[in-house]
Every structure is written in structure tokens, then in C-alpha cells.
């Protein structure tokens, strides 16, 4: 299972589009809200009503951790009460993460991106403790996937559908959405 964590404040497109392209991926995908509702509002007002809570999730069954961007939303993300004790099962069973926009800072700020090369939204390069910073779009390394802003969730994406699914599930994708 792929879990898109979502707080007040989250970026729609960062973490919408990527559920959409991973679901036409047919990949195991819900988007979880952090909050006490399955409803959460987004950095531009548009509300989303989430598969489950974080308290719904089987962590046990988790393949990916992903995590969008939106200031207010990864401000939220970063503060929630459990997002250690997540990151850190995350990381302790090997599992993957991907974080676009200022959502790199997140598991940054846990060292997880240590060691890695990685991007994000500009300004949040400082919280990518002892990671490699590439100005790329999306970079792949290891279990980390990371992407600089909305303008790159089509290659955060891919970059996530080519590493559960290979290059050809991404060439059918774009086929099938004329990118």
C-alpha cells in the first residue's frame, strides 16, 4: 500500500495528480488525512475526503510513505505527533519515501535524505541534513524519491511509477495521457 499523508494546508496538485498517476498505474494507493476527519482542506481551498485516517493505517502493509508540499501543509505534517514514530517504521523496515516541493524538508530534518542526492522546492535545501542537493526536477535514490515543486509532479511521478513498476508502466502512462 502507497499512503499519500495529507494535512490542512497540503498542495492539491502536488498530491492529486500523483495519486491519479499511480492509480492508473494500478498501484495500491489511499490518500490518509492526519487529521481527527477523513476531509482536509487544501492550500488553495479545496477540500478532499481521504480514504482513511492515519489511525486507519496498516503499516505493516505500507510499500511507500508519500508526501506532498504546500507550506502550510508540510508545516502540519511536521509537527503532527506521530509523524516520527511513521518515519521512523518507514525507514526501520526499509520502505520507501517520496516527498515533492518543501515536503523533502520533512524527512530531511530526520536525516533520512542523508547520504542521498536530493531536490526540493528552493529555500528548503537547508533541512536536506547531509544530502546531496541536484537541481533536477524529481531525483531517484535508493528508497528516496524527491521532486522540487508542482511544475514537477508528472516526473515525481513517473519517477515513482518507474521504480514500483518499471519504464514501461510509465511508457503506457504518458502514452495514455498524451504527455
Known sequence: MIYILLAEGFE????????????RANLSVQLVSITENKTVKGSHGISVNCDITEKEMVLEEMEMLVFPGGKQGVDNLDEF???DDIINYTRDKNRYFAAICAAPSIIGKR?????????????????????????????????????????????FSFAI???????????????????
Open 12 to 23: 492539491e496538485t502536488e498530491a492529486l495528480v500523483t495519486f491519479d498517476m499511480l492509480k
Open 161 to 179: 511509477i518507474e521504480e514500483l513498476c518499471g519504464k514501461d508502466a510509465v511508457k503506457k502512462i504518458k502514452n495514455d495521457i498524451r504527455f
Open 81 to 83: 505527533i506521530r509523524i
Open 111 to 155: 536525516s533520512v535524505l542523508e547520504g542521498k542526492k536530493a531536490t526540493c522546492y528552493p529555500g528548503f535545501e537547508k533541512y536536506l541534513l547531509g544530502a546531496k542537493i541536484v537541481a533536477k526536477k524529481a531525483v531517484v535514490d535508493g528508497k528516496a524519491i524527491t521532486a522540487n515543486g508542482a511544475g514537477s509532479v508528472f516526473e
